[in-house]
Nanobody
Framework: QVQLVESGGGLVQTGGSLRLTCVAS??????????LGWFRQAPGKEREFVGA????????SYAESVKGRFIISGDNTNNTMSLQMNSLKPEDTAVYYC?????????????????WGLGTQVTVSA
């Protein structure tokens, strides 16, 4: 069973930066295929894809809305995925979720991920 715990959310001004972290446990990422993703959900909106990384290859994919501003990275030594968010905008305000799927393939579809964290709030003030 995979457990995911996010941290690093908070309040930041427009143009600022935040770094989110997702710590995964219950699964040996180096031995089995896995892709980890970040999703976000703003009040009154559906959950949307932010980006994802294929753990074995390190290749990442991003939503157009964050491309060039957000960077996903992974650390094999402690099963940790990070989301570096730069040039933040008020429209980035949302609860950010870490998700995992037991496949090397990256997908932007939330239903493809079987494991989810509880989320961390990111608020960007104008």
């Amino acid at each position: 069973q995979v457990q995911l715990v996010e941290s690093g959310g908070g309040l930041v001004q427009t143009g600022g930066s935040l770094r989110l972290t997702c710590v995964a446990s219950g699964y040996t990422f180096t031995n089995y295929p896995v892709a980890l993703g970040w999703f976000r959900q703003a009040p009154g909106k559906e959950r949307e894809f932010v980006g994802a990384i294929s753990w074995s290859s390190g290749s990442a994919s991003y939503a157009e809305s964050v491309k060039g501003r957000f960077i996903i990275s992974g650390d094999n030594t402690n099963n940790t995925m990070s989301l570096q968010m730069n040039s933040l905008k008020p429209e980035d305000t949302a609860v950010y979720y870490c998700a995992a799927r037991k496949s090397r393939l990256i997908t932007s579809t939330a239903q493809s991920y079987g494991y989810w964290g509880l989320g961390t709030q990111v608020t960007v003030s104008a």
